[in-house]
């Protein structure tokens, strides 16, 4: 395999861990794709039979409550859209996903990913740690969200995450932080020479 079909592999340095066997296998599963702004990979209610990983753009999680869009999470560049996979009995999904910029997105069939996993143990290892690891980091998030104000939650993401404040459109933010857009709006005036 050559440096250049390497690249090619999502979170490749993770993957330059696998055997040659096991990277020329990932290769050949051939899975990027393009989708517009706008589009809908996962619908609430619907079963979900893809796995994503996000190559370039920005997809939202989020889910309708009595009639009000909530975001609960974007994924972008090198992170796994978290679907959980773990059960053989497939249930409807409690979200949606949307693209919210044009995405490359690394897109595989659920059964081809546990089809991997019976013929490469290794690579089926490697995938549980990264998606304990992912699991660990979605705890801290909600513990830390339920203990602090709006503010503090604004303030640690741009902290943690401020490309998305460039990225996500206010009122996705808003949602996501837990507050109406012009709570949003108060606290950036407020904290905009501060931070």
Not at 31 to 55: P, R, W
Not at 93 to 99: A, G, R, V, Y
Request: a neutral charge.
């Amino acid at each position: 395999m050559e440096k250049k079909d390497l690249d090619k592999i999502p979170s490749k340095e993770i993957y330059k861990t696998l055997s040659k066997e096991e990277q020329e296998a990932v290769l050949a599963l051939d899975s990027m794709k393009e989708f517009k702004k706008g589009t809908l990979l996962l619908k609430e209610g619907s079963y979900h039979t893809q796995s994503f990983f996000v190559v370039r753009g920005c997809v939202r999680q989020f889910q309708l409550k009595n009639g009000v869009d909530i975001t609960s999470e974007f994924y972008t560049e090198d992170q796994s859209v978290f679907l959980d996979d773990s059960d053989d009995k497939p249930t409807p999904s409690k979200f949606s996903l949307e693209c919210i910029e044009d995405c490359t997105l690394s897109v595989v069939s659920i059964d081809v990913v546990k089809d991997m996993y019976k013929r490469f143990p290794r690579f089926e290892k490697m995938c549980r740690v990264q998606t304990v690891e992912e699991l660990a980091v979605f705890q801290d998030k909600f513990s830390r969200y339920i203990s602090s104000s709006p503010e503090e939650r604004y303030v640690h993401l741009v902290n943690t995450r401020p490309d998305l404040l460039d990225r996500v459109p206010q009122y996705h933010l808003a949602s996501y932080l837990g507050m109406k857009p012009e709570s949003l709006s108060r606290i950036r005036k407020r904290l905009s020479s501060k931070l």
